[in-house]
């Protein structure tokens, strides 16, 4: 079988880059939501100035225009002021004073900050460490479509980590993020059907998981496909498996 350690994943979603830390062969990282969704009136006006700030690298500025908002109860300007406590952007790193605001917001159903407080009760980064935790908020996140929260939810179903083991639960999330294009969940769920565990075993279909994660540079991906004598690049396009 492929090498079927699961990884956590997260991404940025405010600035576009994606941060990887691994943890036992996991991968884990932040996430700052750009929805307005839930910003009332004006705040609107004022979310966004605290957003065109960020982006300039100016956070002070985001901060003074955040910290009222998030006083009212603003759950996205809860989790940007959390995102850049624990980033420690033109601020001291505090990941238990971000843990904080993520918790108020993700109370509010906020699905970065679920998603993101999971990411810090995981490895226990200004939080205890809970993975009962982090599985319950992933598992919120994902139940919103959170793509990364479907991914890590399978990882922690595949190793039985917060969650029974069950290996016909994680092949299903693993597949819905995998359909919304989630390299990582692709080549797993390759390697899932090429042994087939969670999945029916079949060849062609563990093949046509790793052409499509391949497609997007999975190096993992790629070696399966090369040790199958393909040249990546030059196979027919892949197609996502029924």
Do not use: C
């Not at 970065?112 to 009760?121: E, I, M």
């Amino acid at each position: 079988m492929r090498d079927m350690r699961m990884r956590l994943r997260s991404v940025d979603t405010t600035t576009g880059r994606s941060l990887q830390v691994r943890s036992r062969g996991l991968i884990a990282a932040f996430v700052l939501g750009t929805g307005v969704f839930g910003i009332a009136g004006s705040a609107v006006a004022d979310y966004l100035t605290g957003m065109k700030a960020f982006h300039r690298q100016d956070y002070a500025t985001a901060l003074e225009t955040w910290i009222p908002l998030a006083q009212q109860g603003d759950g996205q300007a809860q989790v940007s002021i959390g995102y850049i406590l624990e980033q420690g952007l033109g601020v001291q790193a505090d990941a238990a004073a971000a843990s904080e605001w993520y918790a108020s917001a993700a109370e509010q159903g906020v699905v970065s900050a679920q998603y993101n407080l999971g990411r810090l009760y995981a490895p226990g980064s200004g939080v205890p460490r809970d993975m009962n935790a982090a599985a319950r908020l992933w598992g919120a996140a994902a139940d919103r479509g959170h793509i990364e929260a479907m991914h890590n939810i399978g990882v922690l179903y595949y190793d039985g980590i917060g969650v029974p083991q069950n290996a016909q639960e994680a092949a299903s999330w693993l597949k819905k993020s995998a359909d919304a294009g989630f390299a990582e969940s692709q080549f797993l769920l390759g390697g899932l059907h090429e042994s087939g565990i969670g999945v029916s075993q079949s060849e062609p279909i563990a093949v046509n998981w790793y052409r499509l994660a391949a497609a997007q540079g999975h190096p993992k991906a790629i070696a399966a496909l090369t040790q199958r004598g393909e040249t990546v690049g030059v196979s027919a396009p892949a197609v996502p498996p029924a």
